[in-house]
């Protein structure tokens, strides 16, 4: 079974600010199924990213998916007060779905 | 529009049972694997079993194999949870997703399962 570790825990930035999200499997993950979601509180998960990189519909520009093999990467160029939020990647294989434990978004 | 509806949580005593179900809208349900992923409070995502359209080919999770039971029901596009010998450690938030591909584009709101003496 395939671990996704992400890092860091929780980030602490302000609105305005890069923010760099990282994801890092314990074997090496074909791009194609490596995806990235947004978890605001009370919410259910909404698909950012799929393929590794491609953003899903609707989703602004200033998210970005990059990465391959056992090192992905999101990246929210400017952030926006909606941002703040919990993140999660995803991959898929072997008939069976791992997530990361996820990445907290909080204001500083 | 894709609209998926989870019903049948609440409360329930360790060693109980309890079934879920999903109400899907808006897609053609016999095409689409189905699966159900739960959400510990104040913990991550975890894939729990999924379905394919036909439902001849099921997968669980390790931590609920042979407790739990994932069915559908085509007809009435409803997908199904039997949940056998629930643990303190099922207490969660069961989502009901639609998978495109090797992602879940579509979720519904999910619903609560307490299992408490």
């Known amino acids: 079974e395939i671990v996704l570790t992400q890092s860091p825990g929780t980030l602490s930035l302000s609105p305005g600010e890069r923010a760099t999200l990282s994801c890092r499997a314990s074997q090496g993950v074909s791009s194609p199924y490596l995806a990235w979601y947004q978890q605001r509180p009370g919410q259910a998960p909404r698909l950012l990213i799929y393929?590794?990189?491609t953003r899903a519909t609707g989703i602004p520009d200033r998210f970005s998916g990059s990465g391959s093999g056992t090192d992905f990467t999101l990246t929210i160029s400017r952030l926006e007060p909606e941002d703040f939020a919990v993140y999660y990647c995803q991959q898929y294989g072997s008939f069976m779905y791992t997530f990361g434990q996820g990445t907290k978004l909080e204001i500083k | 529009e894709v609209q998926l509806v989870e019903s049948g949580g609440g409360l329930v005593q360790p060693g109980g049972s309890l079934r879920l179900s999903c109400s899907a809208s808006?897609?053609?349900?016999?095409?689409?694997?189905m699966n159900w992923v739960r959400q510990a409070p104040g913990k991550g995502l975890e894939w729990v079993s999924s379905i394919s359209g036909s439902s001849r080919t099921i997968y669980y999770a390790d931590s609920v194999k042979g407790r739990f039971t994932i069915s559908r029901d085509n007809a009435k596009n409803s997908l199904y949870l039997q949940m056998n010998s629930l643990r303190a450690e099922d207490t969660a938030v069961y989502y009901c997703?639609?998978?495109?591909?090797?992602?879940?584009?579509?979720w519904g709101q999910g619903t609560l399962v307490t299992v408490s003496s």
């Open positions: 808006g897609f053609s349900f016999s095409t689409y694997t």
């Open positions: 997703a639609r998978p495109d591909g090797p992602h879940f584009r579509y």
């Open positions: 393929g590794a990189s």
